[in-house]
């Protein structure tokens, strides 16, 4: 997580090698959600293109988080970058080093995943007044969960049987899901265009994932370099659970 982060300075739309990827089904290009997450832009763009090593991006979608801790603002971004093969993860924040903030750091994390790797892709809806719904209300808040390594987590709580005043001691209940990231998108506060970006990239990642006929590569790319990116070992679900 970053501390007291000021805000990253902005780059042009397209910079240099960085051609913009035009999803028809999306909103904007990747380059244009990179610039308008504002994070950082052009050193992200940069470190998304090394990790695709010249791969053609399928369908994309860039996730900024930010969080108010007292008279501190938090922020990290997320942005996944689908390819025919596979699923690069990429992961930003910055540290503040020094009290008065001239001394910044980026901490960056890319992961790249096989498609045919991935265990499945859940998407969780809320809407508001369910019983006013009509089928041209919109998502209120989205999230989506990607899971591909096997690894679970387990929510538990304590059992009841319903009735409100029994006192008895029924044990303790729980669920079992299976996440790697997970990404909460909200109509409110990311704006509706995102909640549909999210939902259509799901959509891109279960064809390429299940074989289905999926979106086709928009003729531009991104022009990146051979070096590969190391791959660390955290996993990218922090800060996005509920």
Not at 40 to 64: E, T
Not at 90 to 102: M, P, R, S, Y
Not at 158 to 168: H, K, L, N, T, V
Not at 189 to 197: C, E, I, L, T, Y
Request: hydrophobic content about 35%; aromatic content about 4%.
């Amino acid at each position: 997580m970053s501390s007291k982060s000021p805000t990253p300075p902005s780059g042009p739309a397209t910079t240099g090698h960085h051609a913009a990827h035009n999803h028809s089904s999306q909103g904007q290009s990747l380059d244009q959600a990179l610039q308008r997450a504002g994070f950082y832009p052009v050193l992200v763009a940069d470190v998304v293109a090394d990790a695709l090593d010249g791969r053609d991006c399928l369908a994309h979608l860039v996730h900024l988080e930010t969080h108010f801790d007292r008279a501190e603002v938090r922020r990290h971004i997320t942005v996944l970058v689908l390819t025919e093969d596979m699923l690069v993860i990429t992961h930003v924040d910055d540290q503040q080093l020094d009290e008065a903030g001239e001394q910044i750091v980026a901490q960056i994390s890319t992961e790249s995943v096989p498609v045919a790797q991935i265990r499945s892709v859940v998407l969780s809806y809320m809407y508001a007044q369910p019983q006013n719904y009509t089928p041209s209300d919109p998502v209120r808040e989205l999230t989506l969960s990607i899971a591909w390594s096997g690894g679970q987590r387990l929510d538990v709580g304590p059992a009841s049987c319903g009735d409100p005043q029994c006192e008895a001691d029924h044990g303790y209940t729980g669920t079992i899901s299976q996440e790697d990231i997970v990404l909460r998108i909200s109509s409110e506060a990311d704006g509706p265009r995102a909640v549909q970006d999210a939902k259509v990239f799901a959509r891109a990642l279960r064809a390429v994932n299940t074989g289905a006929p999926g979106p086709s590569a928009h003729p531009g790319t991104i022009s990146a370099p051979r070096l590969r990116s190391g791959v660390f070992g955290n996993r990218l679900s922090r800060g996005h659970q509920r």
